[in-house]
């Protein structure tokens, strides 16, 4: 089940830029770096309250997001991530309704999550990663 706005990705020419931008004219704290080979990105994670802003950029200058700035060099909203509790559940019962995903199955994502993303006709225009966490780990 849904259970979280997870974060907002944006996607930028220049992350070293863009962070400098977030955290020293908006105040916002950087909590970390991660490439994510899988993705072909780079982020950057700034937390808001109970969710995040997340900078991505292209890694090596390749993949989705290299593909998302040819067609808007400025960069801009890239997609909306939304925290599942089940994320085999919840893909299972978007497919059963119709919705198209991106990929198959789910792959890895940033911070040790299975990602998968929902292919933006399904949701009027806007793409919609889901994520699983993985289950915290105990003492």
Known sequence: MIRRLDHIAIAVPDLDAAIRRFCEDLGLTLAGREDVPSALTRTAFLPVDRTRIELVNPLDGQGPIAKFLEKKPAGGLHHLCFETDDLDADVARLRALGYPFLTEGPTP???????????????????????????????
């Open 109 to 139: 994502g940033a911070h040790g999550t299975r990602v998968i993303f929902v292919h933006p006709k399904g949701f009027d225009g806007v793409l919609i990663e889901l994520a699983e966490h993985p289950p915290a780990r105990g003492h």
